[in-house]
T-cell receptor, first 115, second 115 residues
């Protein structure tokens, strides 16, 4: 079965530090990849997505992610975090052409940014 | 405004008392889904629906029922709630059922406590 692993449960950074959150998935076929963000007390919002093409995708608020097919990874990065980036981040994977119902989420990584 | 609306947002109930959480979307989306979010477990899919009268089980369907009689509505029914169903519930919808590219729009969440 497909699975999504997020390496860190909780990451604590100071403002202006660089961020990288790991995401690995288990499915070997063609996939669509997503990062969603959940700010405190809010619902999930799409941060960025990869369907095809350039494996380096840029999202909102200065976030980017790189799809490395050989490593089954889709890590999220930001060069300089802000206090307002404090949130929980979820990686998700959907196998293209498969069951459209199966968008599999990782368990999430909580990011705390100290001002 | 395009949105997914869930009600109630907060509910405290007792074991065995049937309840329904409503979900409505105004984007003419074909795909709708319910997730529950629990600390350390991320989002787990309960049920999803590809279209009217088409529903299927997700990863954790036990204790839940759904129906999809109209395109816009996808209620979640707990026939006999138990304390292990205390959770934060999210409804989500998406327009693109054919490509496998599920970019979900989430509702604000419904926090349910079963005593």
């Amino acid at each position: 079965a497909q699975s999504v692993s997020q390496h860190n449960h909780h990451v604590i950074l100071s403002e202006a530090a660089s961020l990288e959150l790991g995401c690995n998935y288990s499915y070997g076929g063609t996939v669509n990849l997503f990062w969603y963000v959940q700010y405190p007390g809010q619902h999930l919002q799409l941060l960025l997505k990869y369907f095809s093409g350039d494996p380096l995708v840029k999202g909102i608020k200065g976030f980017e992610a790189e799809f490395i097919k050989s490593k089954f990874s889709f890590n999220l990065r930001k060069p300089s975090v802000q206090w307002s980036d404090t949130a929980e981040y979820f990686c998700a994977v959907n196998n293209y052409g498969g069951s459209q119902g199966n968008l599999i989420f990782g368990k999430g990584t909580k990011l705390s940014v100290k001002p | 405004e395009a949105q997914v609306t869930q009600n109630p947002r907060y509910l405290i109930t007792v074991t065995g008392k049937k309840l329904t959480v409503t979900c409505s979307q105004n984007m003419n989306h074909e795909y709708m889904s319910w997730y529950r979010q629990d600390p350390g477990l991320g989002l787990r899919q309960i049920y999803y629906s590809m279209n009217v009268e088409v529903t299927d089980k997700g990863d954790v369907p036990e204790g839940y029922k759904v129906s999809r009689k109209e395109k816009r509505n996808f209620p979640l029914i707990l026939e006999s709630p138990s304390p292990n169903q205390t959770s934060l519930y999210f409804c989500a919808s998406s327009w693109d059922r054919s490509s496998g590219a599920n970019v979900l729009t989430f509702g604000a969440g419904s926090r349910l406590t079963v005593l």
